[in-house]
């Protein structure tokens, strides 16, 4: 059973940067989509960003251009640079993985973002 732990999660004030990890404790990163969720009380979960094994990001258009998703697939790590962030930005981000040959899932457990005013 592969497990993914987020880190990085904490208080900011509105505009500033946090960085987000994901790790993982299988070497699944050549073979994943992976993938940063959030869910805020009371919202459904919702995809922030995906990034392929290649590399090539997708983004949430409420994040586009102020949040940036990478990965490292040798140290099985994928980040998530937040800027200029907003008190709606608050939430409890997720790391997921998807396998590319079997689509089994993965989820963290999560880490909370909460952007003050």
């Known amino acids: 059973q592969v497990q993914l732990v987020e880190f990085g999660g904490g208080v900011v004030q509105v505009g500033e940067s946090l960085r987000l990890a994901c790790v993982s404790d299988?070497?699944?990163?050549?073979?994943?989509?992976m993938a940063w969720y959030r869910q805020a009380p009371g919202k459904r979960r919702e995809q922030v960003a995906t990034i392929t094994p290649g590399g090539i990001p997708t983004y949430n258009i409420h994040v586009k251009d102020r949040f940036t998703v990478s990965r490292d697939n040798a140290k099985n790590t994928m980040f998530l640079q937040m800027r200029s962030l907003k008190s709606e930005d608050s939430a409890v981000y997720y790391c997921?993985?998807?396998?590319?040959?079997?689509?089994?899932?993965?989820w963290g457990q999560g880490t909370q973002v909460t952007v003050s005013s």
């Open positions: 997921h993985a998807r396998l590319i040959s079997s689509s089994t899932l993965y």
């Open positions: 299988g070497n699944i990163f050549n073979v994943a989509l």
